[in-house]
Structures are given as structure tokens and as C-alpha cells.
């Protein structure tokens, strides 16, 4: 997902240099494009990412110390402890979640035509996400163990209320686009409200499987949105803590969705 976030990115910088410039600093921040020329046809551009590659890095060192350095040790806090990859991972997961929850909010402004009641509502919600991720990340870092992501509330209520966010702001770009003269047509706006659907099916999903991986049963049931079962397996919780796993794949999921929109 990342190496399709990567192409996406090319694709943004060739064809979408007019931009407004608060639209490529999102896309700078959360994605892949670091360099923005303001020329359309120009190649002079880096691909470098910022919260998305630190992500990436934070959670593959994790779960390599996890999976293979502590594969068959003996010693009973490997899993559990703390590395300085969840110390990234962790916070970046929220960061770039509420980023990309904004930009659908601004989106919604728009194609609501300034519609003050449905974008507060939506910025607020994502804000408690965002307020209950920050709480869930110190409270971590302060335990400085796993174990308190599988016994903490926190991160199934934040990805309770980030599910909310995502069906609400499909529900209304479906409402205000969607017009019975256009099913079966294909058209731009017909398009767009395809892709809004889908890129909200597609983050909304993982996260209802993140607050299941944080329920009292301990069951992990991991399966992505848009009928594509990637990875299916039911775990028992106790001292291998996969409740993480949803959460790995949740930022790829926002950055494509930024990028597709």
C-alpha cells in the first residue's frame, strides 16, 4: 500500500500542480510529495515521506524486534516492552488520521455548499478521535509497555468515535452528490461519489476491527473493506498483544484515500 501511495503521489505532482497550496501541504505532510513544482509538466520532484514514512519505519522496527528478535527468547518483557519504532508508530497513527479527517471535513464544507452544522459536526468528531489517540499514545509511552494498549479503553473508544467520523462523512457526500439521474452514468461527479463510498468503506473498516481487537473476548478478526479479504486469522490475545495489528494498516488506508480524492 505504501508503493501504490508512492505512484500516487507521481500522479499528484504531474497533473495537479495548480492546486491550492494548503492542498499540497496536507499532501506534503501525510503522503509522499515533498517537492511541488509549480510547473505542470515538470520531473524535478523528490519522493519523500514525511508522517507516512515515519509510520512505516516506526512500526516495521517494532514489529521486527517484536516478530524476529524476540522469536524464541526467553526473556517475558521482549514482546511487551516498549521500542523507540512504537514510541513513533504510535503517535503517527492519530496524527495522520485527524490530518486526513480534516481534509475530508474542508471537503465537506465545499460540496455542502458552507453547510456550518454538518462541518462542525464532523471537525468535532474528529477532534475526539484525535483528543482520545493523544491520550492513548502518553498514557503508553508513560507505561512503557504494549500491555497497556489491550487493557486501556481508550484506543477502542478512538477507534470507535474514527469510525463514526468516516461513515458520517460518507453518509453526507453521498446524500449531496448522489442524484437518481445519475446512477449508471459515468461522469465526474458520478465518480466522486464512488470514490468518497469506497475510501470511507475502506478506512472505517479496519477501524471496527481495531476496537474489536480491544474487547473483553480478545479476538482478532482483521478484515479490510471493499469486499477484499486480505487477511483473515482468529488469535487469542494473551502475551502475544496483536491488538496493534488493525492499526498498521489504518494510515496506509487515509494516505491512498487522501491521494485517490
Aim: with cysteine.
Amino acid at each position: 500500500m505504501y508503493g501504490v501511495s508512492l505512484v500516487q503521489s507521481a500522479y499528484y505532482v504531474w497533473y495537479f500542480s495548480n492546486d491550492l497550496v494548503s492542498i499540497k501541504l496536507l499532501v506534503l505532510l501525510v503522503s509522499s510529495v515533498s517537492w511541488l513544482h509549480t510547473s505542470r509538466y515538470t520531473t524535478d520532484f523528490f519522493l519523500f515521506s514525511m508522517a507516512d514514512i515515519l509510520h512505516l519505519i516506526g512500526v516495521t522496527e517494532s514489529h521486527w524486534n517484536k516478530l524476529v528478535l524476540c522469536h524464541r527468547r526467553d526473556a517475558a518483557t521482549c514482546e511487551t516492552d516498549l521500542t523507540w519504532g512504537t514510541y513513533v508508530a504510535v503517535p503517527m497513527n492519530y496524527v495522520i488520521t485527524f490530518a486526513i479527517q480534516c481534509f475530508y471535513c474542508q471537503r465537506v464544507w465545499i460540496i455542502t455548499g458552507n453547510k456550518r452544522g454538518v462541518t462542525a459536526t464532523i471537525l468535532l468528531i474528529a477532534f475526539v478521535q484525535f483528543a482520545l489517540g493523544t491520550c492513548a499514545t502518553i498514557e503508553t509511552l508513560k507505561y512503557g509497555t504494549i500491555k497497556f494498549l489491550e487493557t486501556t479503553p481508550l484506543v477502542p473508544l478512538a477507534a470507535g468515535v474514527s469510525t463514526l467520523c468516516d461513515i458520517v462523512i460518507t453518509t453526507v457526500v453521498f446524500k449531496h452528490l448522489w442524484r437518481s439521474e445519475l446512477r449508471g452514468r459515468s461522469n465526474v461527479l458520478h465518480d466522486l461519489v464512488v470514490i468518497f463510498v469506497n475510501m470511507g468503506a475502506l478506512t472505517w473498516q479496519p477501524d471496527i476491527d481495531c476496537r474489536w481487537c480491544g474487547s473483553k473476548y480478545r479476538l482478532f478478526a482483521y478484515n479490510v473493506g471493499l469486499g477484499v479479504d486480505w487477511y483473515r486469522q482468529y488469535l487469542v490475545q494473551d502475551h502475544h498483544y496483536w491488538i496493534g495489528a488493525p492499526a498498521i494498516i489504518i494510515p496506509r488506508c487515509y494516505v491512498n484515500s487522501l491521494l485517490a480524492v
